[in-house]
């Protein structure tokens, strides 16, 4: 899809010529300054192809936009990309969904990442183990998991939980058939983590369908929230054997 620049399209006016420095970025649609974690970041190629940045190294002006779905939607509907690069550029017609798979991508990539460093480990037992030792900085759940055993694991949990990925996926990052329940130790990848789970979540929420992809599913995304605050040892009471997940 071939965009061009749309006569009022957005009230704010253009500021592509503002530095890429500091934490915040401003979203070239809603004009908010917002951390760079809660965003993506767009460059356009030498063919005026609009390329998503998701890790914001790529060289060049960026394009900056507010990671959830209506802003990518209005993005490609009233030509806020042609607008901040000057002139026509091309837009993935399906962009929303690219993006998506994309940040589903990069997130198992992390969590794998974060496997092989020692810093996540899966399954009921030892997941739970390593929450009781407080050593967990976030937990990653399978999406199509029982929702009455995911809750269970929690316990007393206050820490954010994800759920982005699906049993089979978080299996296969773990050398296992179905994984349920992973605890990410502290640090720079558990942050990581939790920013493209955020970043994920935001781009599938459900917004009216747009010529940039289908309507969000909100089970794709993995929405960042907290446990429980049931006491931890109620959790465990009841606990059956770890059978892998």
Excluded at 96 to 117: K, P, T, V, W
Excluded at 145 to 153: N, W
Aim: charged share 30%; with cysteine.
């Amino acid at each position: 899809m071939t965009a061009e620049p749309a006569e009022g399209d957005l009230s704010a006016p253009d500021d592509g010529d503002e530095p890429e420095t500091g934490p915040l970025r401003r979203c070239a649609v809603t004009r908010e300054r917002l951390p760079k974690e809660r965003m993506i970041r767009f460059v356009v190629a030498p063919d005026r192809r609009v390329v998503p940045d998701l890790a914001a190294r790529l060289p060049g002006r960026g394009i900056w936009l507010s990671a959830r779905g209506d802003v990518i939607e209005t993005a490609c509907t009233r030509g806020a990309f042609a607008r901040a690069a000057r002139g026509p550029v091309t837009v993935p017609s399906d962009l929303r969904s690219e993006l998506q798979a994309a940040l589903s991508r990069r997130f198992a990539d992390q969590l794998g990442l974060a496997r092989r460093a020692g810093q996540a480990v899966a399954g009921f037992a030892k997941a739970r183990e390593w929450l009781g030792s407080g050593r967990v900085a976030l937990v990653v759940q399978a999406r199509d998991g029982s929702a009455e055993e995911r809750q269970r694991f929690l316990g007393g949990w206050g820490g954010p939980v994800v759920t982005p990925l699906d049993g089979a996926r978080l299996g296969a990052l773990f050398g296992r058939d179905h994984v349920v329940h992973v605890a990410v130790a502290r640090g720079r990848l558990a942050e990581t983590l939790e920013h493209e789970a955020a970043r994920l979540a935001g781009l599938a929420t459900d917004v009216r369908a747009g010529q940039c992809g289908g309507r969000g599913d909100g089970r794709r995304g993995g929405a960042v929230r907290r446990g429980t605050d049931q006491p931890y040892g109620e959790a465990g009471r009841n606990e059956v054997q770890d059978t892998g997940g």
